[in-house]
């Protein structure tokens, strides 16, 4: 039998969408997850960091237990889908589906440690990943997700080579980058005013 909605629950659901994650609130009242979500989008909280089971690039971090320019990094240079909307308030946020996350983390599980994300929170959890689990447990696996930052010293040789005219892969070769990290970083400092100026300055 369907559990009915109390005044108490629908109270209590206010007041922590956008603090919690579906999954804390949907435990903390005793409900499923699928139960909390339809409340939610029943009732037409103006919550979109939440609804539709999405979450943003911060609450994606807290739950792989990493911090958000790991996530911000997966969304710029390998590919980690995710939708940018503006809310009601007008600030920026990228939006990741779970299961968008799963098909992609499913293809680079060498920069997930599955062990640091409690089981059946990002929901729909694949069963892969509890052999992934596994798989680390008996192995002690830790993975490396370490992002080099660019110096000054790596934009001007950036700049100097694609004025000879290589390729980004070329240069990703010898400047120990993956293509894409010397595209977008190019991208970076020629695209914004900043970049501009830098460029002809050291052209």
């Known amino acids: 039998m369907r559990k009915l909605w109390i005044?108490?629950?629908i109270d209590y659901l206010s007041e922590n969408i956008g603090t919690q994650k579906i999954s804390t609130i949907a435990k903390n009242m005793n409900r499923s997850y699928e139960s909390v979500r339809v409340?939610?989008?029943r009732l037409g909280l103006s919550n979109?960091?939440?609804q539709l089971g999405y979450c943003t690039a911060g609450e994606l971090a807290s739950i792989l237990n990493i911090d958000r320019s790991t996530i911000r990094l997966w969304m710029r240079e390998y590919g980690l889908p995710f939708k940018n909307k503006v809310t009601r308030e007008v600030k920026n946020f990228y939006f990741i589906d779970p299961s968008d996350f799963w098909n992609w983390a499913e293809?680079?599980?060498e920069k997930?440690?599955?062990l640091a994300i409690e089981e059946q929170v990002l929901l729909p959890e694949p069963a892969w990943v509890e052999e992934e689990r596994k798989n680390e447990r008996v192995h002690q696996l830790i993975k490396k997700r370490s992002y080099r930052n660019w110096t000054t010293?790596?934009?001007k040789k950036l700049i100097a080579l694609r004025s000879e005219r290589l390729t980004f892969n070329v240069i990703a070769v010898k400047m120990k980058r993956t293509?894409?990290?010397?595209?977008n970083r190019y991208k970076l400092i020629t695209s914004s005013k900043v970049g501009n100026s830098y460029e002809e300055r050291n052209s």
Not at 179 to 183: A, G, Y
Request: charged fraction near 35%; charge should be positive; aromatic fraction near 4%.
């Open 153 to 155: 010293q790596e934009d």
């Open 39 to 41: 409340k939610i989008t």
């Open 112 to 114: 997930v440690q599955f």
């Open 48 to 50: 979109t960091k939440l």
């Open 7 to 9: 005044q108490k629950e």
């Open 107 to 109: 293809l680079h599980k």
């Open 179 to 183: 293509p894409t990290s010397v595209r």
